[in-house]
């Protein structure tokens, strides 16, 4: 886990999530990993008044799609994603 915060979505972000600017979202950056090596950089937003408890309970090692389905009950029926490509370099 790189960023889990909570701020106010501005306006761009709050259209894309059917929110109003100035709502409150969750921010959670992940490094996604295949075999142990790094493969992805993936970045949700998610309101926080839907998901109040997500700071506080999500364990960072474990699944994120099988915590909001396990212990929030969300049933996944379509998403949204964005993707973006970068060059890749050694730190």
Request: charged content about 30%; some cysteine; hydrophobic content about 40%.
């Amino acid at each position: 886990m790189i960023t889990a915060k909570s701020w106010a979505a501005h306006p761009r972000l709050a259209a894309d999530l059917g929110l109003s600017p100035g709502d409150d979202v969750v921010h959670l950056q992940r490094v996604l990993l295949a075999d142990g090596e790094r493969v992805g950089l993936e970045s949700s937003y998610l309101p926080k008044r839907r998901f109040p408890e997500l700071l506080g309970e999500f364990d960072p090692s474990g699944s994120f799609y099988a915590f909001l389905r396990e212990k929030l009950g969300v049933r996944f029926g379509e998403a949204k994603e964005r993707i973006e490509t970068v060059l890749a370099r050694r730190c």
